[in-house]
């Protein structure tokens, strides 16, 4: 009888953590919708995000074609001048998906495979910039450095 009460007791643990989880996330948030234009594009070295970035420059992307256009039903389309070329990136799985948001997130997957990325917000004299930030590795004649790539987008 006791492990039986253990068991009920666990199972309704885990049942409550699970529905917790899918409350507190998956919403919209109407200030995000619109047009983000890249902004900022930087590969540093190292785990860090920041100092100078690698090839020169300082990542700061002017008159940038590429976005990404977050609508209000939670679908997104990124538009490019390579691979997403308007008007055909519309059909493209590559090149759309939905969206959500919690908090200073933007939570973005990928309609053409289950991939997610996810974004912080931040607002800076009325400019609200949606960064992200990904860590990797780089080969170059033989040797294997860690990376950090910092992209940003700003909100028209």
Excluded: H
Aim: aromatic share 6%; net charge negative.
């Amino acid at each position: 009888m006791r492990k039986k009460i253990k068991t009920i007791c666990l199972m309704s643990i885990i049942f409550y953590a699970g529905c917790e989880d899918s409350e507190s996330s998956g919403g919209l948030n109407e200030a995000y919708v619109g047009k983000w234009t890249l902004s900022f594009s930087a590969t540093y070295e190292g785990e860090s995000c920041s100092g100078n970035p690698m090839g020169g420059g300082d990542g700061t992307v002017s008159n940038s074609t590429t976005s990404i256009t977050l609508n209000a039903d939670g679908s997104y389309l990124n538009s490019d001048a390579m691979i997403c070329v308007e008007p055909g990136n519309a059909s493209d799985e590559n090149c759309k998906g939905t969206w959500e948001s919690s908090e200073n997130k933007i939570k973005l997957t990928l309609s053409a495979i289950p991939i997610s990325m996810e974004y912080n917000v931040s607002e800076s004299e009325g400019i609200s910039t949606m960064s992200l930030e990904n860590l990797g590795e780089q080969t170059s004649n033989g040797v294997t450095i860690g990376i950090c790539q910092k992209t940003s987008y700003t909100k028209e």
